[in-house]
């Protein structure tokens, strides 16, 4: 039997004025899902991953491993639940500082458990992102760059190869991870994300990923869910071919 990672129940958020942008969204996110959200533009497909990053504030429940954000403390619930953001130039300070400060909440907890410190070395932390960002075509020097000073694609393959390789997320909230992208890159990414998702020692073990390519859906989708005049429903075949 599939084991739940993320139960959403009767989502919804409200804009300032009282009007909802979504509500009454319900799903279940099981281990191994691959789960393709999409829908028109301003259908609300952010603000429903800011909701399950606990962004945004919504009413209704979200529930990772049973539990809400809260049980985790909402930084370390924030590091487990991570949201990849479709503009990351929009960050403080660089990519290099971004690892860190999640990394910090990992050692924190650790700290507390009494395991002592992840390494000896201060940046051994970046050792797997900068691997992963390799991979996505990243020169190393651009870790240290501002985020506002990285290209649109840059941010994106960096903030992707974050997720992937930190080693704290649980399930990753991909934002049109790849939208700024040219094809062959967009496939490098998806072919390398989901494999190391498919690893069995992978930390992720659900992916919930938005676009509005359906060839992208068709390809990195086990489930698609579609938001539609703010709420979601979902398609009843969905293609399995990963790549
Ligand atoms: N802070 C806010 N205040 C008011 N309206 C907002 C706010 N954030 C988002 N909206 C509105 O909510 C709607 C949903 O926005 P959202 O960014 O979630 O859509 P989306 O489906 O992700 O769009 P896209 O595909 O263009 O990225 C839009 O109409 C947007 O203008």
Same mark, same amino acid.
């Given at each position: 039997m599939s084991t739940a990672m993320l139960e959403v129940e009767d989502l919804a958020h409200v804009k300032g *004025? !009282?009007?909802? /942008? /979504?509500? $009454?969204i319900t799903f279940t996110v099981n281990e191994g899902d691959v789960v393709v959200l999409r829908g028109v533009s301003g259908s609300g497909k952010t603000t429903l991953l800011k909701c399950i990053a606990h962004l945004n504030l919504y009413s209704g429940h979200v529930l990772f491993k049973g539990y809400p954000p809260t049980h985790y403390g909402i930084p370390t619930y924030r590091t487990k639940v991570l949201y990849i953001p479709q503009r990351p130039s929009l960050l403080p300070l660089t990519p290099r500082d971004f690892v860190l400060t999640v990394m910090s909440f990992k050692a924190h907890k650790r700290q507390h458990r009494g =395991? !002592? =410190?992840?390494?000896?070395?201060? *940046? %051994?932390?970046m050792d797997h992102p900068l691997e992963v960002g390799s991979q996505f075509g /990243? *020169?190393?020097? @651009?870790? #240290?760059? #501002?985020w506002a000073e990285l290209s649109v694609g840059e941010g994106q393959r960096i903030m992707v190869a974050i997720g992937v390789a @930190?080693?704290? %997320? +649980?399930?990753l909230l991909l &934002? $049109?991870?790849?939208? %700024? @992208? &040219?094809p062959e890159t967009t496939l490098a990414v998806e072919k390398y994300t989901l494999s190391m998702f498919r690893k069995? +020692?992978? =930390?992720?073990?659900a992916i919930i990923w938005v676009t509005h390519s359906e060839e992208q859906a068709q390809r990195v989708g086990t489930r698609i869910i579609t938001i539609a005049s703010g709420k979601a429903c979902e398609e009843l075949s969905a293609p399995i071919d990963l790549v």
């Open positions: *004025d !009282g009007q909802p /942008i /979504i509500s $009454e =395991s !002592g =410190s992840v390494s000896g070395r201060s *940046d %051994a932390w /990243i *020169d190393p020097n @651009l870790w #240290n760059r #501002n @930190l080693g704290t %997320a +649980e399930i &934002d $049109e991870p790849t939208s %700024a @992208l &040219d069995p +020692e992978s =930390s992720v073990k």
